[in-house]
Protein backbone atom coordinates (compact mmCIF):
# COMPACT_ATOMS: atom_id res chain seq x y z
CA UNK A 1 0.00 0.00 0.00
CA UNK A 2 1.10 3.54 -1.31
CA UNK A 3 0.43 5.62 2.04
CA UNK A 4 0.91 9.64 2.89
CA UNK A 5 0.97 10.43 6.51
CA UNK A 6 0.60 14.04 6.71
CA UNK A 7 0.88 16.42 10.04
CA UNK A 8 -1.62 19.04 10.41
CA UNK A 9 -0.60 22.08 13.26
CA UNK A 10 1.66 24.42 11.19
CA UNK A 11 2.39 22.20 8.41
CA UNK A 12 -1.36 22.20 6.72
CA UNK A 13 -2.73 24.73 9.29
CA UNK A 14 -0.70 27.78 10.52
CA UNK A 15 -1.05 27.02 14.31
CA UNK A 16 -2.32 24.39 16.63
CA UNK A 17 -6.24 23.90 15.84
CA UNK A 18 -6.46 22.02 19.67
CA UNK A 19 -4.77 25.19 21.25
CA UNK A 20 -7.66 27.50 19.32
CA UNK A 21 -10.23 25.02 20.59
CA UNK A 22 -8.99 25.17 24.59
CA UNK A 23 -8.38 29.10 23.92
CA UNK A 24 -11.91 29.65 22.99
CA UNK A 25 -14.84 31.27 24.69
CA UNK A 26 -17.10 28.09 24.17
CA UNK A 27 -13.69 26.25 26.06
CA UNK A 28 -15.03 27.42 29.21
CA UNK A 29 -18.05 25.25 29.56
CA UNK A 30 -14.86 22.97 29.77
CA UNK A 31 -12.19 23.75 31.45
CA UNK A 32 -11.53 26.81 34.30
CA UNK A 33 -9.44 29.52 33.48
CA UNK A 34 -6.80 28.15 36.17
CA UNK A 35 -6.11 25.02 34.17
CA UNK A 36 -6.78 26.62 30.96
CA UNK A 37 -3.45 29.03 31.67
CA UNK A 38 -1.55 25.28 33.24
CA UNK A 39 -2.17 24.13 29.91
CA UNK A 40 -0.91 27.20 27.77
CA UNK A 41 2.44 26.70 29.78
CA UNK A 42 3.05 23.19 29.68
CA UNK A 43 2.19 23.44 25.32
CA UNK A 44 5.21 26.12 25.40
CA UNK A 45 7.37 23.54 27.30
CA UNK A 46 6.17 20.80 25.47
CA UNK A 47 7.79 22.80 22.00
CA UNK A 48 11.79 21.82 23.05
CA UNK A 49 11.18 18.91 25.89
CA UNK A 50 9.39 15.12 25.61
CA UNK A 51 8.23 15.24 29.97
CA UNK A 52 6.61 18.85 28.91
CA UNK A 53 5.19 16.72 25.97
CA UNK A 54 3.89 13.90 28.47
CA UNK A 55 2.55 16.57 31.07
CA UNK A 56 0.62 18.54 28.22
CA UNK A 57 -1.52 15.57 27.32
CA UNK A 58 -2.00 14.31 31.02
CA UNK A 59 -3.13 17.52 32.46
CA UNK A 60 -5.38 17.77 28.83
CA UNK A 61 -6.80 14.65 29.85
CA UNK A 62 -7.42 15.39 33.47
CA UNK A 63 -8.47 18.38 32.63
CA UNK A 64 -11.59 17.00 30.51
CA UNK A 65 -12.34 14.25 33.25
CA UNK A 66 -16.31 14.11 33.66
CA UNK A 67 -16.99 16.39 30.83
CA UNK A 68 -19.36 14.75 27.91
CA UNK A 69 -17.60 14.13 24.57
CA UNK A 70 -20.88 15.95 22.50
CA UNK A 71 -19.86 19.45 24.56
CA UNK A 72 -16.01 18.67 22.36
CA UNK A 73 -17.85 17.42 19.58
CA UNK A 74 -19.76 20.35 18.92
CA UNK A 75 -16.92 22.91 20.30
CA UNK A 76 -14.52 21.19 17.82
CA UNK A 77 -17.42 22.08 14.92
CA UNK A 78 -17.48 25.51 15.77
CA UNK A 79 -13.61 26.27 15.79
CA UNK A 80 -13.13 24.26 12.35
CA UNK A 81 -15.72 26.54 11.10
CA UNK A 82 -13.83 29.93 12.20
CA UNK A 83 -10.44 28.48 11.81
CA UNK A 84 -10.90 26.44 8.41
CA UNK A 85 -10.66 29.73 6.49
CA UNK A 86 -7.02 30.03 7.54
CA UNK A 87 -5.77 26.41 6.49
CA UNK A 88 -2.35 27.19 3.90
CA UNK A 89 -3.54 27.44 0.54
CA UNK A 90 -1.53 24.33 -0.81
CA UNK A 91 -3.19 21.75 1.80
CA UNK A 92 -6.00 20.61 -0.76
CA UNK A 93 -4.11 20.94 -3.95
CA UNK A 94 -1.08 18.61 -1.69
CA UNK A 95 -4.02 16.17 -1.04
CA UNK A 96 -5.19 15.68 -4.30
CA UNK A 97 -1.92 15.57 -5.54
CA UNK A 98 -1.35 12.43 -3.45
CA UNK A 99 -4.86 11.28 -4.30
CA UNK A 100 -4.10 11.32 -7.99
CA UNK A 101 -0.74 9.56 -7.43
CA UNK A 102 -2.81 6.92 -6.00
CA UNK A 103 -2.03 7.67 -1.84
CA UNK A 104 -4.38 6.48 0.73
CA UNK A 105 -4.27 9.57 3.06
CA UNK A 106 -3.66 9.89 6.35
CA UNK A 107 -3.92 13.27 8.86
CA UNK A 108 -2.29 12.40 12.38
CA UNK A 109 -1.94 14.92 14.62
CA UNK A 110 -1.76 15.86 18.19
CA UNK A 111 -5.35 18.10 18.35
CA UNK A 112 -7.93 16.27 19.79
CA UNK A 113 -9.25 14.04 17.63
CA UNK A 114 -12.87 15.78 17.19
CA UNK A 115 -11.04 18.08 14.74
CA UNK A 116 -8.57 16.42 13.26
CA UNK A 117 -11.62 14.24 12.11
CA UNK A 118 -13.22 17.22 10.99
CA UNK A 119 -10.70 18.47 9.06
CA UNK A 120 -10.05 15.05 7.54
CA UNK A 121 -13.50 14.98 5.95
CA UNK A 122 -13.44 18.55 4.62
CA UNK A 123 -9.91 18.15 2.85
CA UNK A 124 -11.28 15.18 1.45
CA UNK A 125 -8.60 12.91 3.46
CA UNK A 126 -9.20 9.11 3.83
CA UNK A 127 -8.99 9.26 6.91
CA UNK A 128 -8.19 10.84 10.32
CA UNK A 129 -6.77 10.56 13.81
CA UNK A 130 -5.90 12.87 16.45
CA UNK A 131 -5.82 12.56 20.31
CA UNK A 132 -8.38 10.66 21.73
CA UNK A 133 -9.27 10.21 25.50
CA UNK A 134 -11.18 7.07 26.70
CA UNK A 135 -14.55 7.37 27.10
CA UNK A 136 -17.28 5.76 29.51
CA UNK A 137 -21.21 6.18 28.43
CA UNK A 138 -20.18 9.64 26.75
CA UNK A 139 -17.98 10.87 29.41
CA UNK A 140 -14.44 11.58 29.04
CA UNK A 141 -12.70 9.34 32.34
CA UNK A 142 -9.55 11.92 32.38
CA UNK A 143 -7.49 9.13 30.38
CA UNK A 144 -5.52 8.96 27.56
CA UNK A 145 -6.53 6.51 25.08
CA UNK A 146 -4.09 7.41 22.11
CA UNK A 147 -1.39 10.55 21.75
CA UNK A 148 -0.22 10.85 18.28
CA UNK A 149 2.58 13.98 19.46
CA UNK A 150 3.77 11.28 21.96
CA UNK A 151 6.85 9.14 20.90
CA UNK A 152 5.47 6.57 18.56
CA UNK A 153 2.38 7.89 18.75
CA UNK A 154 2.28 8.27 15.04
CA UNK A 155 3.43 4.45 14.34
CA UNK A 156 0.31 3.57 17.27
CA UNK A 157 -1.56 5.51 14.84
CA UNK A 158 -0.56 3.85 11.62
CA UNK A 159 -0.72 0.13 13.05
CA UNK A 160 -3.88 0.73 14.20
CA UNK A 161 -5.29 1.99 10.82
CA UNK A 162 -3.98 -0.43 8.48
CA UNK A 163 -2.85 -4.03 8.14
CA UNK A 164 1.13 -4.52 9.86
CA UNK A 165 3.17 -4.94 7.09
CA UNK A 166 0.94 -3.26 4.59
CA UNK A 167 3.13 0.03 4.20
CA UNK A 168 5.87 -0.21 1.42
CA UNK A 169 7.85 2.55 2.92
CA UNK A 170 10.15 2.84 -0.14
CA UNK A 171 7.51 4.93 -1.86
CA UNK A 172 5.83 6.14 1.50
CA UNK A 173 5.52 9.89 1.91
CA UNK A 174 5.58 11.94 5.03
CA UNK A 175 5.44 15.36 5.62
CA UNK A 176 5.52 17.11 9.04
CA UNK A 177 7.27 19.73 10.89
CA UNK A 178 7.92 18.50 14.54
CA UNK A 179 9.98 16.17 16.60
CA UNK A 180 7.02 13.22 16.98
CA UNK A 181 7.40 13.34 12.67
CA UNK A 182 10.77 12.85 12.97
CA UNK A 183 10.66 8.95 13.02
CA UNK A 184 7.81 8.85 10.18
CA UNK A 185 9.96 11.46 8.30
CA UNK A 186 13.06 9.14 8.58
CA UNK A 187 11.67 5.96 7.67
CA UNK A 188 9.39 6.85 4.90
CA UNK A 189 10.94 7.23 1.56
CA UNK A 190 9.86 9.58 -0.12
CA UNK A 191 9.47 12.85 3.00
CA UNK A 192 9.55 16.64 3.70
CA UNK A 193 10.21 18.35 7.15
CA UNK A 194 7.96 21.37 6.50
CA UNK A 195 9.41 24.70 7.83
CA UNK A 196 11.03 23.80 10.84
CA UNK A 197 12.32 25.40 14.06
CA UNK A 198 16.37 25.50 14.08
CA UNK A 199 17.12 22.65 16.46
CA UNK A 200 14.71 20.48 14.24
CA UNK A 201 16.37 21.70 11.28
CA UNK A 202 19.62 20.41 12.45
CA UNK A 203 18.15 17.43 13.32
CA UNK A 204 16.68 16.96 9.69
CA UNK A 205 20.18 17.20 8.28
CA UNK A 206 21.72 14.76 9.87
CA UNK A 207 19.05 12.06 8.78
CA UNK A 208 19.14 13.28 5.20
CA UNK A 209 15.44 14.75 5.47
CA UNK A 210 14.54 17.13 2.89
CA UNK A 211 13.27 20.19 3.51
CA UNK A 212 10.02 21.96 2.24
CA UNK A 213 8.17 25.97 2.55
CA UNK A 214 4.72 27.17 2.01
CA UNK A 215 6.35 28.32 -1.26
CA UNK A 216 7.64 25.01 -2.31
CA UNK A 217 5.89 22.52 -0.50
CA UNK A 218 3.21 21.68 -3.71
CA UNK A 219 6.26 21.31 -5.68
CA UNK A 220 8.93 19.41 -4.22
CA UNK A 221 5.96 16.77 -3.49
CA UNK A 222 5.13 16.94 -7.29
CA UNK A 223 8.90 16.20 -7.83
CA UNK A 224 9.18 13.65 -5.55
CA UNK A 225 5.86 11.75 -7.14
CA UNK A 226 6.56 12.22 -10.55
CA UNK A 227 6.81 8.39 -11.43
CA UNK A 228 3.66 8.01 -10.11
CA UNK A 229 2.00 11.05 -11.50
CA UNK A 230 3.38 9.77 -14.80
CA UNK A 231 1.79 6.72 -14.49
CA UNK A 232 -1.41 8.37 -13.58
CA UNK A 233 -1.47 10.47 -16.89
CA UNK A 234 -1.72 7.07 -18.78
CA UNK A 235 -5.02 4.91 -19.67
CA UNK A 236 -4.71 1.06 -19.29
CA UNK A 237 -3.49 0.87 -22.38
CA UNK A 238 -0.59 3.16 -21.40
CA UNK A 239 -1.94 5.99 -23.66
CA UNK A 240 -2.24 9.59 -22.37
CA UNK A 241 -5.21 10.98 -21.66
Request: net charge negative.
Given at each position: ??????????T?TP???????LG?????????PA??????R???DA??????????????A???????????????????????G????H?????????L??Y???????????????V?????????C?????R????????L?????L?????????????????D???A??????????????????S???EP???????AR??????A????V???????????????????G????
Open positions: MKIALLDMDGLHALGMAMSEGATKLVNVMKDLGLYQQTSVVGMYSLYEKYQALAGRPESVMQELAEEVWQREKSMYPAKPLIDTLHAGHTLLVSGSPDEIVRLARDLGVHAGGTRLVTEGQYTGRELAPAPGGKKAVLEEVVQPGAVWNVYALGNSWPDIEVLNRAGLLLFDPYIREAWFGIRQTRRTLEQTRELLSGSLAGAACDDGQER
